[in-house]
């Protein structure tokens, strides 16, 4: 079965087999091994991509299903080579450790911010809850998100955007 997906702006026509999952066929067809497997059972969160702007988990999200509509995974987020905001946040409040959850974290959070730019830590927390860190580095995960919301309210009003969202 052929189907076309927009991945990170780029339309991609593929033959899949019907039960393919869209986990694999970005890490494996597609080549965009950021998106990671963890659990397989949506428990985790890994793997985390938005589809239509919408955070899924692909380990149980059929290919068939993204057919005509758009994928995000975290290779989209830097824009003309360039670390997104909510990247650099990451990098500059140590919101990763080893490095497994954060793609499915930065596009839960990517979706958190698209609707509420200004997050509460309590809001943060909520919208990441589907995401598992092993390291249990929570509390700087949000600090990040926190601070790139912040970043890209300073950037929209034109002001100067600080390393590390600092206000």
């Given at each position: 079965?052929?189907?076309?997906?927009?991945?990170?702006?780029?339309?991609?026509?593929v033959d899949?087999?019907?039960?393919?999952?869209?986990?694999?066929?970005?890490?494996?067809?597609?080549?965009?091994?950021?998106?990671?497997?963890?659990?397989?059972?949506?428990?985790?969160?890994?793997?985390?991509?938005?589809?239509?702007?919408?955070?899924?988990?692909?380990?149980?999200?059929?290919?068939?299903?993204?057919?005509?509509?758009?994928?995000?995974?975290?290779?989209?987020?830097?824009?003309?080579?360039?670390?997104?905001?909510?990247?650099?946040?990451?990098?500059?409040?140590?919101?990763?450790?080893?490095?497994?959850?954060?793609?499915?974290?930065?596009?839960a959070?990517?979706?958190?911010?698209?609707?509420?730019?200004?997050?509460?830590?309590?809001?943060?927390?909520?919208?990441?809850?589907?995401?598992?860190?092993?390291?249990?580095?929570?509390?700087?995960?949000?600090?990040?998100?926190?601070?790139?919301?912040?970043?890209?309210?300073?950037?929209?009003?034109?002001?100067?955007?600080?390393?590390?969202?600092?206000?």
């Amino acid at each position: 079965m052929q189907v076309t997906v927009n991945v990170n702006g780029i339309s991609q026509k593929v033959d899949v087999e019907p039960r393919l999952l869209l986990v694999h066929l970005l890490r494996e067809r597609l080549g965009l091994t950021g998106t990671h497997v963890g659990c397989d059972t949506t428990s985790c969160g890994a793997c985390t991509v938005l589809v239509d702007g919408v955070p899924i988990k692909s380990c149980t999200y059929l290919a068939v299903q993204a057919d005509g509509r758009s994928v995000r995974t975290v290779e989209g987020l830097a824009e003309g080579g360039k670390p997104s905001p909510l990247q650099d946040a990451f990098k500059e409040q140590h919101g990763l450790q080893c490095g497994f959850c954060t793609p499915g974290m930065m596009l839960a959070a990517e979706a958190l911010l698209a609707d509420n730019p200004d997050p509460s830590e309590e809001e943060v927390r909520w919208a990441l809850s589907g995401n598992l860190c092993r390291c249990t580095g929570y509390m700087n995960i949000v600090k990040a998100v926190q601070a790139a919301g912040a970043a890209m309210r300073s950037a929209e009003a034109g002001a100067p955007v600080l390393a590390g969202g600092g206000q």
